[in-house]
């Protein structure tokens, strides 16, 4: 069983920088992918990026490529989302997620985080 706790949401400005920090209980969080999405009002849920077990590989979502940063530290498992240049359209709630291997559908992941809130003004 794993647990996981966004943190680092808010409300920012075209063109500014946030850094969401995800938090996982247990002892396996090394043995997971995990993955951020992100889920706007009306709209289904995306793939934003992924990391592999190691940090080693990293994916990201065309929109995203070039602006954001997936990382972790498996040390204080805890799973990162830099995210710099934000325009409104990143406005979401953003989800982290484990899974056994990389995906970009969320069917493939696990657990899920309850999700913080990003909001873009113009």
């Known amino acids: 069983q794993v647990q996981l706790v966004e943190s680092g949401g808010g409300l920012v400005q075209a063109g500014d920088s946030l850094r969401l920090s995800c938090a996982a209980s247990?002892?396996?969080?090394?043995?997971?992918?995990m993955g951020w999405f992100r889920q706007a009002p009306g709209k289904e849920r995306e793939f934003v990026a992924a990391?592999?077990?190691?940090?080693?590989?990293?994916y990201y979502a065309d929109s995203v490529k070039g602006r954001f940063t997936i990382s972790r530290d498996n040390a204080k498992n805890t799973v990162y989302l830099q995210m710099n240049r934000l325009k409104p359209e990143d406005t979401a709630v953003y989800y982290c997620?484990?899974?056994?291997?990389?995906?970009?559908?969320?069917?493939?992941?696990?657990?899920w985080g309850q999700g913080t809130q990003v909001t873009v003004s113009s």
């Open positions: 247990g002892r396996t969080f090394s043995s997971y992918v």
């Open positions: 997620a484990a899974g056994p291997k990389v995906a970009t559908t969320h069917e493939e992941y696990v657990y």
């Open positions: 990391i592999s077990w190691g940090g080693t590989m990293t």
